[in-house]
Nanobody, 122 residues
Framework: QVRVIESGGGLVQAGTSLTLSCKTSGNTFSNNGVGWFRQAPGKEREFVAAIGLSGGSTAYADSVKGRFTISRDNAKNTVNLQMSSLKFEDTAVYYC???????????????WGKGTLVTVSS
């Protein structure tokens, strides 16, 4: 069993930065691929960013490309999402998810955290 725990959410002003952290525990083989997804009020959950086991493979949604950076520290079983130039439309619950393989598909993720709320005030 893999546990996924997100942290770092909060209320920030537009234009500022925030870093989310995702820590996994348990069978770490199952977190080869780790992704961040978000769900805004009244909207479906959407892909934000993903990273492979070595950190060499990354992917970003067009809406965050150039503003968000995903990274991982395998020694600490942690994946961070650095968010800069935040916009009001980035407001959402951000979820971290882990998969045994590289993927950006939410339906291929095996383990999910409970989410952390990011609110961006305009």
């Amino acid at each position: 069993q893999v546990r996924v725990i997100e942290s770092g959410g909060g209320l920030v002003q537009a234009g500022t930065s925030l870093t989310l952290s995702c820590k996994t525990s348990g069978n770490t083989f199952s977190n080869n691929g780790v992704g961040w997804f978000r769900q805004a009020p009244g909207k479906e959950r959407e892909f934000v960013a993903a990273i492979g086991l070595s950190g060499g493979s990354t992917a970003y949604a067009d809406s965050v490309k150039g503003r968000f950076t995903i990274s991982r520290d395998n020694a600490k079983n942690t994946v961070n999402l650095q968010m800069s130039s935040l916009k009001f439309e980035d407001t959402a619950v951000y979820y971290c998810a882990a998969s045994g393989r590289w993927t950006i598909r939410s339906d291929a993720m095996n383990y999910w955290g409970k989410g952390t709320l990011v609110t961006v005030s305009s």
